[in-house]
């Protein structure tokens, strides 16, 4: 396997203030990988920096072979990165379709292409298609996650970087958005998936990081990290051994 997205000592800060120190991953092509870590641990600034929405003081992102740290985040995306924002972020405004037809800005000189990719996020996600005349702003939470990575998908991306897909959402609406998380997937996107709840990052990813405040302590396969006592204490609760 080759690698899509690896980072080498990436340090990451907010002014003066350093968030990340040191972070090194890397996601193969065709993988899910899960990024886990408390409140705080600095998740959410490592994809913003994978996306280009934060410059690193030091260290290196290389997407596709190729050095993309010092590239600006529209021109990460027309090389295949998407991001899906915590907390969604729609443009609440928009009608869900205008929310597509912006994640698919790359292709907007071509209408018929931008079809397709419409065609295929209402397929995936049928919901959608039935409100695309909607406001996103008056779409329920979990209608609002399926815009989001709808949107995303408009780029048709090679990397899919998901901050927190699950947050706020009832069980039943989480267990179908880890199954379209799949199936994207499944159809050949790699996933960077940063979660709270490791439980679900463990039973999606094939591969996991740890973050705790800034630096990677722990990764490997989702197995053996689940076996892991510190990541078992942290973020499983003791029935973790038991399952
Ligand atoms: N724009 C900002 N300016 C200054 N500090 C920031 C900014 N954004 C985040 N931070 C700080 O960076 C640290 C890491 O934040 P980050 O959002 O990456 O954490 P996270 O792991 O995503 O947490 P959560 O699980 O709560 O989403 C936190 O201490 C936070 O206060
Ligand atoms: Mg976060």
């Given at each position: 396997m080759s690698a899509l997205l690896e980072i080498a000592g990436l340090e990451l800060a907010y002014g003066q203030v350093a968030v990340c120190r040191n972070i090194s991953l890397r996601l193969d092509r065709g993988e899910i990988v899960a990024l886990i870590g408390a409140n705080g641990a600095g998740k959410s600034t490592t994809l913003r920096a994978i996306a280009g929405l934060l410059s690193p003081r030091r260290g290196t992102i290389a997407f596709g072979g190729r050095d993309v740290t010092a590239l600006?985040?529209?021109?990460?995306?027309?090389?295949?990165i998407a991001l899906?924002?915590?907390?969604?972020?729609?443009?609440?405004?928009?009608?869900?379709?205008?929310?597509?037809?912006?994640?698919?800005?790359?292709?907007?000189?071509?209408?018929?292409?931008?079809?397709?990719?419409?065609?295929?996020?209402?397929?995936?996600?049928?919901?959608?298609?039935?409100?695309?005349s909607q406001n996103a702003g008056t779409l329920s939470g979990g209608e609002q996650?399926?815009?989001a990575l709808?949107?995303?998908?408009?780029?048709?991306?090679?990397?899919?970087?998901?901050?927190?897909?699950?947050?706020?959402?009832?069980?039943?609406?989480?267990?179908?958005?880890?199954?379209?998380?799949?199936?994207?997937?499944?159809?050949?996107?790699?996933?960077?998936?940063?979660?709270?709840?490791?439980r679900h990052a463990f039973e999606t990813?094939?591969?996991g990081y740890v973050l705790q405040t800034g630096s990677v302590i722990a990764s490997g396969s989702c197995a053996t990290l689940k076996r892991d006592p510190r990541v078992q204490e942290a973020y499983l609760g003791r029935t973790a051994t038991r399952r």
């Open positions: 600006p985040s529209y021109e990460r995306s027309k090389l295949g899906v924002p915590e907390g969604r972020r729609v443009f609440p405004f928009l009608t869900v379709r205008e929310n597509l037809e912006l994640g698919g800005f790359n292709s907007r000189k071509d209408p018929s292409t931008l079809k397709r990719r419409m065609e295929r996020v209402f397929a995936m996600f049928p919901r959608l298609s039935e409100r695309s996650q399926m815009l709808g949107r995303a998908m408009m780029s048709e991306p090679q990397l899919l970087c998901l901050d927190e897909p699950s947050l706020g959402l009832a069980p039943i609406i989480v267990h179908d958005i880890f199954q379209t998380i799949r199936a994207i997937n499944a159809a050949g996107t790699s996933i960077l998936l940063v979660e709270q709840n490791a990813a094939q591969r």
